[in-house]
């Protein structure tokens, strides 16, 4: 567990391999499929099926080099019905999926000293940090679709794509 100004936090992170077939257009959704997309899970973000809590940081890296867009996360608290697919435009959060909605996390342009490309938010970020949720009565996990805002060319099929969540769980 990792500690923020006193606060345990628990470390969620998910690496997808992304499909990235083509060149990403600004608001393009983010994944390893482009024909039946699948979300970004972030399991047991809460101690218990309908727990609370708050994401206090968050950070975003890809393997590939010298990218620079700047990304969101929309989270949810159950699977929404909007666009999923890799390298298609992104629909959230939909009106139908208003109930699951619990915010998004904006990270700032990504950028590498060499290494992944990568980016931080965090409480002094204008990233909507920290961000409270509550998942689901049948569920402790968080729902996210990751997009990006700018649109990315240089990106290699199969790159990995890692979000990390520090989260102060219920």
Known sequence: MAQLDGKRLKKILVT???????????????????????????????????????????????????????????????????????????????????AKYVGRIDFPAMSDLGGDSCAIATPSTSGNLPLAFECATDADDLIGILVTRDAITGETAGDDMTVILYVEAY
């Not at 608001?27 to 390893?32: N, Q, Y």
């Not at 809590?53 to 996360?73: D, K, M, S, Y």
């Open 16 to 98: 997808k391999a992304l499909a990235a077939a083509g060149d990403y257009a600004a608001e393009d959704v983010m994944c390893e499929d482009a024909t039946t997309g699948v979300a970004w899970t972030f399991s047991e973000a809460a101690k218990r099926n309908g727990g609370t809590g708050f994401i206090h940081q968050a950070i975003v890296l890809c393997e590939t080099t010298n990218l620079t867009p700047r990304l969101t996360l929309f989270l949810f608290n159950a699977t929404p019905t909007t666009e999923l697919d890799d390298n298609k435009a992104n629909a959230a959060p939909a009106n139908a999926d208003i």
